[in-house]
């Protein structure tokens, strides 16, 4: 199997759909040798963050010196982003090999009579059998969809984290924080501690509840323990303390104070791996150097300066928070151009309630996917959404291309074009912006 053969395979396991639980992939990596046991491995869930968390330990382990796996989704550009060792994504020919090894097992689990794996069990296989073909030192395991009965979740991690809860996927997950936070809190397991972003009482009530029944240690990060002293739309600089270690003049190079939080949360992480000597002491000129260079594309990402074009996957009425509180805090005095595409699936009226009234115009373009809500749906909601409020200059441009060529021809000096509604349009127009400026 090639390359191409073997992303036909994986897309081709489309059919199957989605299905929670662990008994397939269970005994699909049984088959395999349980790769995943061979594992040292720090398991993330949460809402909005788990991947920018994900990207802060894994920085911070592969500049301690140890070799480092990261397992995320979705991809934005390329689809061996979501499978890498000390940020080099796995190769064409390592993913071949892969996947031909796990057809090979989902050929045995067929003749048994199990269900055929879905495509996320698949990539899960892939990813933990090349990690242990590796031999990484950690693995870096985001949750794809809730944590409770998804198929990373076959994990025994050294550290759970959870980051930000709030009302995503409720369809599978619940319709309350309460039922979505106990899916999250599926993660925890016996005996191994927890690290949890600060949030709702109610949320923070269900987790210490799991943790107190698996007799798991909580360790709940503190926002009032960060001090914010300089922040822009390209970095930001804190002090912060963590689980009694006070961190000075850290640079971050991820704006919006959420990135912050997240960072107390993996530093967290690091210091319980140090605590229990999973890893060695910590090497602070490495650490400040790391948090530096971590990057997390695609979450209110600057791609050019002038006119300012920003690109974040908010997705979620959470995520919609957090970039416009962004918007306010950095973007005061600049006309907004809003470039919005979405799921159908989504919250589309309540993303477009925080995003939509801070906009001086509006284009509305269609993600390229089947999920896709129609411009014209979308732009039904908006008005929806403004009622009430004056409404910007709103024009539908259902082709991805022509709204992002509109969308940066239309910005005068002093504005900015901020592209968001969804992480399956941003990745897309990532590579246009990336091709139309020649941006490496």
């Known amino acids: ?159 759970s984290a959870i980051t930000s809860i709030s009302m995503d996927h409720t369809e599978y997950l619940g319709d309350t924080l309460a039922r979505i936070a106990f899916e999250k809190g599926g993660i925890i397991k016996n005996k191994r501690p927890v690290v949890l972003y600060q949030q709702s009482d109610e949320v923070e009530s269900v987790i210490s509840s799991i943790c107190s029944e698996r007799y798991s240690e909580l360790f709940i990060t503190e926002n009032d323990k960060i001090e914010y002293i300089s922040e822009g739309m390209s970095s930001q600089s804190v002090n912060l303390e963590v689980m009694g270690h006070f961190y000075s003049g850290i640079e971050i190079s991820l704006p919006g104070r959420h990135q912050a939080r997240n960072l107390a949360v993996a530093l967290s992480v690091l210091r319980l791996l140090e605590i229990s000597s999973d890893i060695s002491q ?55 151009n809003l470039v919005f595409g979405m799921l159908r699936d989504k919250d589309i009226l309540s993303v477009a309630k925080l995003l939509a009234v801070r906009a001086d115009r509006i284009i509305i373009t269609e993600p390229e996917s089947p999920r896709a809500a129609s411009s014209a749906e979308v732009h039904g909601i908006i008005l929806e959404a403004l009622r009430g409020e004056d409404v910007p200059d709103i024009t539908e441009i259902p082709d991805i291309e022509e709204a992002v060529r509109h969308g940066q021809s239309m ?15 941003i990745g897309r127009v990532r590579s246009l912006l990336r091709k139309m400026y020649d941006i490496q």
């Not at 071949?96 to 045995?108: N, W």
């Not at 996957?313 to 509180?325: F, Q, T, Y």
């Not at 910005?411 to 349009?425: K, N, P, Q, R």
């Open 1 to 159: 199997m090639d390359y191409r053969q073997a992303l036909n395979y994986i897309e081709n396991t489309g059919k199957f759909g989605s299905r929670l639980g662990l008994e397939n992939v269970s005994r699909l990596l049984d088959i395999l040798g349980n790769p995943h046991r061979d594992l040292r491995i720090i398991h993330v869930a949460g809402t909005n963050g788990k991947g920018s968390t994900c990207s802060f330990i894994n920085s911070m382990l592969i500049y301690q010196g140890y070799n480092v796996g990261l397992y995320t989704s979705p991809y934005l550009e390329e689809f061996n982003e979501r499978i890498k060792i000390n940020n080099v994504n796995i190769s064409d020919e390592d993913l071949a090999q892969s996947v031909s090894r796990v057809s090979d097992a989902i050929g045995q689990m067929i003749e048994e009579g199990c269900d055929h794996p879905t495509e996320f069990e698949i990539i899960t296989a892939c990813a933990f059998l090349y990690f242990r073909d590796r031999d990484v030192d950690f693995a870096v395991i985001e949750v794809g969809l809730g944590g409770r009965l998804d198929a990373t979740n076959v994990c025994i991690p050294l550290v």
């Open 282 to 336: 910590v090497d602070t000129e490495a650490l400040y150097r790391s948090i530096r260079e971590t990057r997390w594309p695609g979450r209110m990402e600057v791609i050019k300066t002038e006119p300012l074009t920003i690109i974040d996957g908010a997705h979620n009425p959470d995520g919609a928070a957090i970039l416009s509180e962004s918007v306010d805090r950095y973007l005061v005095g600049k006309k907004i």
């Open 411 to 425: 910005a005068g000096d002093g504005e900015a074009v901020i592209y968001a509604g969804s992480l399956y349009m």
